[in-house]
């Protein structure tokens, strides 16, 4: 199949019949006209379409080593620095065409899939078809253009006790049994977004697993279509109202469904798991293999993207209501350019300092691209304090499409035109900012941020323990201990 376009993507998922319950409703298909998902899905298929438009075809494909067709950039296993800066032009056209909002394109797993794939010998260690499982499912999603989300986290039950812990074990996904073909998965997990419209679900591994005898079942990794039997979603209240595009901006083309994922006795077959009962090789299965570098690769680019969408938001704000030559605003504003500017010098960076790992992937540096992902989940937090501050009274003053047209016509032209703009001008732009700081779309998205990587404390954690000071430690203490010889 190749690169996909829009229509492709479209057909192939109503061809799927993928089991999600979505407030009191069933759906077992109809999943690209449910009032839910219609328009997001449309969004996705925009996507596909530019990997063919005469513009981005040559950043978002290149040639498949096997079929020699088109397939997506995000696929590339970079060798070359070349390569490195064409996978992240790529992750910048598809977030660009969101301003950064969708957080599950496909360029995400693809990035991690490629790691994983070029790291077969890291999966052969355990059982030499693991390897060869993850190498041929990693092809499978090149030359199929799958969309693939993943599931990570135990459900959220009692977080005193490990999920494995929690109801005697009875509810986190786990294996119950195992047979010639496979392995059957009871339980559930979290947060599974955009599966109601993805092609594949990838069951990765979470938390670190203690490798006692009670974590082996589960410890596994594997992947299945998102319309298995057994296998059903639960899906969160839409924040898409379907309501007129120009009053919702952006929760009318880019809300994502988040789900819990409820495995009710589902077959997995031997030939779609890369790793079972091991802990060891669960635990090491991002760092190891570099995928989460090349995740993060991905995030960071796309956050610099949705950075820079808030600073032109901003700036289209303060110079809309005149406020721009007061100090307390360029200061704001200023701390927006720092954080853009921040970003883009993590990836220069993480680029500039590659190095081959030991899989011969050409891999970005890790602690630029660290460091951006324990920065970021805060620093955003900022932006949507910034936009309600400036934009004020005004955000509360946002009439819809309707009133545009309607009665209210004259009293909008004439009330509410700013220092730039006609009144229905301003209205729309002002929809867009409250759609960015105050709806249930931009409180999600806050979230969302926040704990895209995890708990940004456990984070902090890790973090800590895994940066070595050692340096710089003896550092001072030379420095101690020559000023200690002087006085001597």
């Not at 796309?302 to 901003?314: D, N, P, S």
């Not at 895209?452 to 001072?476: I, L, N, Q, T």
Request: negative net charge.
């Amino acid at each position: 199949m190749a690169a996909r376009t829009g229509k492709e993507f479209l057909e192939r998922l109503s061809l799927s019949h993928p089991t999600v319950h979505i407030q009191g409703e069933t759906l077992t298909g109809g999943i690209q006209e449910h009032p839910a998902f219609r328009n997001v899905v449309q969004t996705y298929a925009e996507l596909y379409d530019l990997q063919h438009s005469d513009e981005h075809k040559d950043v978002l494909t290149y040639a498949s080593p096997t079929s020699g067709e088109p397939v997506g950039t995000s696929f590339l296993t970079p060798r070359t620095p070349d390569d490195l800066v064409k996978r992240r032009k790529a992750f910048k056209v598809w977030a660009d065409h969101s301003n950064g909002m969708l957080g599950r394109t496909g360029d995400y797993m693809n990035s991690s899939l490629m790691a994983l794939a070029s790291a077969a010998d890291w999966f052969a260690q355990a059982n030499p078809a693991f390897g060869e499982n993850i190498r041929r499912y990693y092809e499978k999603a090149r030359e199929e253009d799958l969309l693939c989300t993943h599931t990570l986290i135990p459900p959220q039950v009692n977080r005193a006790v490990a999920g494995t812990q929690q109801a005697g074990g009875k509810l986190a996904a786990r294996i119950v049994k195992e047979d010639d073909n496979g392995v059957v998965i009871r339980g559930a997990r979290m947060l599974a977004t955009i599966a109601p419209f993805a092609d594949e679900m990838l069951v990765f591994p979470s938390t670190v697993l203690r490798g006692t005898p009670e974590d082996k079942p589960y410890s596994y990794a594997f992947a299945i279509p998102n319309d298995t039997p057994g296998l059903r979603y639960i899906a969160r209240e839409p924040l898409d109202y379907d309501r007129p595009r120009h009053d919702h901006p952006l929760a009318s083309r880019f809300e994502e469904s988040d789900c819990v994922v409820v495995f009710d006795d589902v077959h997995v077959p031997f030939e779609r798991c890369f790793a079972l009962g091991d802990a060891e090789l669960c635990n090491g299965f991002y760092s190891q293999t570099s995928s989460v570098v090349h995740m993060t690769h991905q995030v960071v680019t796309r956050t610099t993207a949705k950075t820079e969408y808030i600073l032109g938001l901003v700036t289209l704000l303060t110079e809309a209501i005149g406020i721009e030559q007061f100090q307390h605003v360029q200061e704001d504003i200023a701390e927006i350019i720092t954080t853009l500017e921040t970003l883009r010098a993590f990836l220069r960076a993480a680029e500039a300092d590659a190095e081959i790992n030991e899989y011969g992937v050409l891999t970005p540096a890790w602690a630029p691209l660290n460091a951006a992902r324990n920065l970021y989940p805060k620093l955003y937090q900022r932006f949507p304090q910034i936009l309600r501050k400036l934009g004020a009274s005004g955000l509360m003053a946002t009439p819809t499409e309707l009133d545009i047209t309607g009665p209210a016509a004259a009293d909008i032209e004439a009330y509410l035109q700013s220092a730039t703009l006609t009144g229905p001008d301003r209205v729309k732009l002002f929809r867009l900012v409250w759609d960015t700081c105050i709806s249930a779309f931009s409180s999600r998205q806050a979230l969302y941020e926040y704990y895209f990587f995890g708990d940004p404390v456990r984070m902090a954690g890790a973090y800590v323990k895994s940066y070595d000071r050692e340096p710089y430690k003896a550092k001072v203490q030379d420095f101690l201990n020559q000023h200690s010889l002087e006085r001597s």
